[in-house]
């Protein structure tokens, strides 16, 4: 198994703490603060009450999934996660799962500087691009990820084990320059 990427990614106003199982209530906690989340992927505005324990089984179990909660340095308040796949779908790029912040502390730039931090830390690992996806039609999402740095890159069909077949928009960001 590889080495993983650090466990505590620290920024000026947040830390990031890797979660593994056992952490389950403090992740579900945020999904719930979130939930808005999951209406785009599941359908439902509220995560269902295993969605924690199967993000940390699938982070334990998969090679190169980690997932991070993201804390306020100051108080300590847990105000969101991110969670991404490294090396998938291929070796030099990386698939951002998920980056949600609390609906009470939004719009302060938290996801922002989050995901700054998960970017320098793959830059660090040789990782030179992180793609996402979300809904085909989720403009707002689309939005978002724009202003995150993200391009377009593609619209596909996926297969989603809640929703069944639904259309994706794929989204990339460059992080460093490769080298073929």
Request: aromatic share 4%; hydrophobic share 40%.
């Amino acid at each position: 198994m590889a080495e993983r990427i650090a466990a505590e990614l620290i920024t000026e106003r947040l830390r990031l703490e890797r979660l593994d199982p056992g952490q389950e209530e403090v992740l579900q906690a945020v999904f719930r603060a979130a939930g808005d989340h999951f209406t785009t992927v599941t359908g439902r505005p509220e995560p269902d009450p295993e969605a924690a324990r199967r993000e940390l089984r699938s982070a334990e179990e998969v090679e190169g999934r980690e997932v991070f909660l993201i804390r306020l340095q100051e108080g300590d308040e847990a105000v969101g996660a991110v969670g991404f796949w490294e090396r998938h779908p291929q070796p030099d790029v990386a698939l951002l799962g998920m980056l949600l912040i609390d609906v009470s502390h939004r719009k302060r730039g938290y996801a922002r500087e989050a995901l700054q931090a998960v970017e320098d830390a793959l830059r660090g690992r040789g990782i030179v691009e992180l793609r996402t996806g979300v809904g085909a039609g989720d403009v707002a999402r689309h939005a978002a990820l724009r202003a995150l740095g993200f391009e377009p890159l593609d619209e596909r069909r996926h297969v989603s084990l809640d929703r069944g077949r639904v259309m994706i928009a794929l989204f990339h960001k460059q992080l460093l320059e490769r080298d073929d």
